[in-house]
Antibody, heavy 113, light 111 residues
Framework: EVQLVESGGGLVQPGGSLRLSCAAS????????MSWVRQAPGKGLEWVANIKQDGSEKYYVDSVKGRFTISRDNAKNSLYLQMNSLRAEDTAVYYC??????WGQGTLVTVSS | QSALTQPASVSGSPGQSITISCTGTSSDVGGYNYVSWYQQHPGKAPKLMIYEVSNRPSGVSNRFSGSKSGNTASLTISGLQAEDEADYYCSSYTSSSTPWVFGGGTKLTVL
C-alpha cells in the first residue's frame, strides 16, 4: 500500500524558514516523480513544485521560485521542501504527492506574527 | 485566478447524472491528454478519480467517467450517491513555466 506521511509543518513568523519532509513507503520511491501541492484555508489546490526521479529536474510555481527548494533522498525514501522567506500567503496545508496519483494527508504551515 | 475554469458549484439528486466542466487553453487541456480529476471530502486529502482524460484508477467506481473536447475537459458522475458530495478539481499538464495547473474546484451537492 502506498503511504506518504508529511511532517515539519507549524507556525512560523513572516520571513522565517521551515523544512517539510515526506516519508514514502509501499512503492519504489526512486521510480517516480514527486510533487508538493498546497491548499490555503478554504481555497483550492495549487501545485507548488516537483522533482524528477533522480533529482536532475525540478520545477516550481512562479510564486515560490527563489524561495522554496524541493529535494529528495532516494536512499531514505524521502521528499523535502525547504521553504525560506515565508509570507502570509504561503499559509496552507502542504501535500506530498507521488506523480500526482497518491497523496499524503498533508501538514499545515501557518505564517503569522 | 486559477489557470483552469470550473463552475463553482453543481448539484443533482440521487440517481441522476451530473457533468463538471474544466476549461483551459491549447497550452494545457487542449494540447495534452494529461487531464486528471480529483475528489476531496472536507478535511481529507484529494483522491485521484480520473487520469489522462478518461482513465479510472483501480478501485474507482465506473460511475465516474472523463472526456475532453477541444480546450474543455469534463467529469461525469452517473447514478449520483450521497457519498459523491465533495469538492472536485481538475488538473492539466501545461507548456507554461509551471508544468501543472489546477482548476478552482467545483462543489458538488447531492440534494
Amino acid at each position: 500500500e502506498v503511504q506518504l506521511v508529511e511532517s515539519g509543518g507549524g507556525l512560523v513568523q513572516p520571513g522565517g524558514s521551515l523544512r517539510l519532509s515526506c516519508a514514502a513507503s509501499g512503492f519504489t520511491f526512486s521510480s517516480y516523480w514527486m510533487s508538493w501541492v498546497r491548499q490555503a484555508p478554504g481555497k483550492g489546490l495549487e501545485w507548488v513544485a516537483n522533482i524528477k526521479q533522480d533529482g536532475s529536474e525540478k520545477y516550481y510555481v512562479d510564486s515560490v521560485k527563489g524561495r522554496f527548494t524541493i529535494s529528495r533522498d532516494n536512499a531514505k525514501n524521502s521528499l523535502y521542501l525547504q521553504m525560506n522567506s515565508l509570507r502570509a500567503e504561503d499559509t496552507a496545508v502542504y501535500y506530498c504527492a507521488r506523480d500526482n496519483d497518491h497523496w499524503g494527508q498533508g501538514t499545515l504551515v501557518t505564517v503569522s506574527s | 485566478q486559477s489557470a483552469l475554469t470550473q463552475p463553482a458549484s453543481v448539484s443533482g439528486s440521487p440517481g441522476q447524472s451530473i457533468t463538471i466542466s474544466c476549461t483551459g487553453t491549447s497550452s494545457d487541456v487542449g494540447g495534452y491528454n494529461y487531464v486528471s480529476w480529483y475528489q476531496q471530502h472536507p478535511g481529507k486529502a484529494p483522491k485521484l478519480m480520473i487520469y489522462e482524460v478518461s482513465n479510472r484508477p483501480s478501485g474507482v467506481s465506473n460511475r465516474f467517467s472523463g472526456s475532453k473536447s477541444g480546450n474543455t475537459a469534463s467529469l461525469t458522475i452517473s447514478g449520483l450517491q450521497a457519498e459523491d458530495e465533495a469538492d472536485y478539481y481538475c488538473s492539466s499538464y501545461t507548456s507554461s513555466s509551471t508544468p501543472w495547473v489546477f482548476g478552482g474546484g467545483t462543489k458538488l451537492t447531492v440534494l
